[in-house]
């Protein structure tokens, strides 16, 4: 089970890219996410703790997967994804866990969960770049009318990288424009208060 840790840039997309290619970090990674998010069907979102609400969802995912070659060309993937949260009243996510399924008809993913009891609440659609330098992954995040983030996993084959305490140690270190003073931002939250 990873984990992971979300941060608010606190500079342009540009001058971020600048200061990590400036540090040795090289694009590994590109891709666009359009996320829809269900969840069960029965659940009040204006009366149900939105922590609660993101405990446990589902999505559609619509992946354009840039090739690395050249990080032009590209494909897609379609996936229904399950995730699974563990929040501290906090806000501290202790851990999550999600499994993947490749789908081949977004409209039909849609159907088979609305005849499930699930319910469309929301799409979030991002654009990412991954940079990477000596097994640290920082991905970039640009979410459409949000903000701009980071995100980083933990590692648990690497020892440096398998815990959020060595991830925040890793953000303090790069010394980078970013907002120490939430190191769980939940961008699904963000957008659903916008519609409460």
């Keep these: 089970m990873s984990n992971e840790i979300t941060v608010r840039i606190t500079c342009s997309l540009q001058e971020m890219y600048n200061i990590l290619q400036n540090k040795g970090f090289k694009i590994t990674d590109k891709y666009n996410l359009e996320d829809t998010y269900y969840i069960k069907e029965d659940i009040d979102i204006k009366k149900q703790p939105i922590k609660e609400i ?31 949260k563990n929040i501290e009243s906090d806000g501290t996510i202790t851990n999550q866990c999600k499994k993947d399924c490749q789908i081949y008809d977004m409209g039909q993913g849609k159907a088979f969960l609305t005849d499930l009891g699930y319910k469309n609440i929301m ?58 003073n939430d190191y769980f931002i939940k961008k699904a939250e963000i957008e659903l208060k916008k519609f409460l």
């Excluded at 993101?54 to 995730?83: A, C, E, G, H, W």
């Excluded at 590692?155 to 303090?172: A, G, R, Y």
């Design 54 to 84: 993101f405990n446990k969802y589902i999505l559609i995912r619509n992946i354009t997967q840039f090739r690395p070659d050249n990080f032009v060309d590209s494909y897609n993937i379609l996936k229904m994804t399950l995730k699974i």
């Design 123 to 180: 799409t979030i659609k991002e654009k990412a770049i991954v940079y990477e330098k000596d097994g640290l992954k920082l991905a970039i995040k640009e979410i459409e009318n949000g903000d701009n983030l980071i995100e980083i996993e933990t590692e648990k084959d690497n020892p440096e990288l398998n815990s959020i305490d060595k991830l925040k140690e890793k953000i303090s270190e790069l010394q980078i424009p970013v907002d120490t």
